[in-house]
């Protein structure tokens, strides 16, 4: 399976501070994704990284991705309250089945005000 | 609101019983998706539909069915539930098949007695 598994699986940190998230998988892959999900709602698209980049901005997300590794990050800087929710990493394969999105078990970001 | 519609929300169903859950979407997206999420399992892939007129099988398919009649309507039933089917639901789509980003509902609970 080339299941991202993300680390660390539960994150608390202060308002203001950087949050980063880890995630790795095990075999060749199209494109990493996170998500983000918060309690009681459905997952939410946050950053596409190909696998051809190494790095993607999105506001106050930054990821990087790292092939040789098989292992990608998520940066969120300057974390509010409003962050807090559990994050995924998914990850796609080139062709057929290992096309579908394949999701990690999560990692749960608690952000203290 | 353009997106995906799950029904019902919340769902208590006695063992050996027929359930369907609806997911309806709005976008045109070609491709949808059923997940399970399950505490510490993460998202798990049951049945996905390239486009209407075609299925396949994910990771968790067993027990699940599903029919894609047209491009909107993508409905996953359970034949006769049992416990272990206790899970929540998201149905998601996305604009084409394989590893772009995915749409996805608030989620259907379902509890099995």
């Known amino acids: 399976s080339q299941q991202g598994e993300e680390d660390p699986q539960a994150l608390s940190i202060q308002e203001g501070e950087n949050a980063t998230m880890n995630c790795s998988y095990k075999?060749?892959?199209?494109?990493l994704q996170w998500y983000r999900q918060n309690s009681g709602r459905g997952l939410v698209h946050l950053i596409l990284?190909?696998?051809?980049?190494r790095e993607k901005h999105s506001g106050r997300l930054r990821v990087t991705l790292d092939t040789s590794k098989k292992s990608s990050s998520l940066l969120i800087t300057a974390s509010r309250a409003a962050d807090t929710a559990s994050y995924f990493c998914?990850?796609?394969?080139?062709?057929?089945?290992?096309?579908?999105?394949?999701f990690g078990k999560g990692i749960t970001l608690s952000v203290r005000p | 609101i353009a997106g995906i519609t799950q029904a019902p929300t919340s769902q208590i169903l006695a063992a050996g019983r027929r359930m369907t859950l609806r997911c309806t979407q709005d976008?045109?997206?070609?491709?949808m998706y059923w997940y399970r999420q399950d505490l510490g399992l993460g998202l798990r892939l049951i049945h996905y539909?390239?486009?209407?007129?075609?299925?396949g099988k994910g990771e968790v398919p067993d027990g699940y069915s599903v029919s894609r009649a047209n491009t909107d309507d993508f409905p996953l039933t359970l034949a006769s539930a049992v416990p272990s089917q206790t899970s929540v639901y998201f149905c998601?789509?996305?604009?084409?098949?394989?590893?772009?980003?995915?749409?996805f509902g608030e989620g259907s609970r379902l509890t099995v007695l």
């Open positions: 998601a789509s996305s604009g084409q098949s394989g590893s772009a980003e995915l749409f």
């Open positions: 075999t060749s892959i199209n494109n």
């Open positions: 990284i190909r696998s051809n980049e």
């Open positions: 998914a990850t796609a394969g080139h062709t057929g089945a290992n096309s579908k999105l394949t």
């Open positions: 976008m045109r997206h070609n491709a």
């Open positions: 539909s390239n486009t209407a007129g075609t299925t």
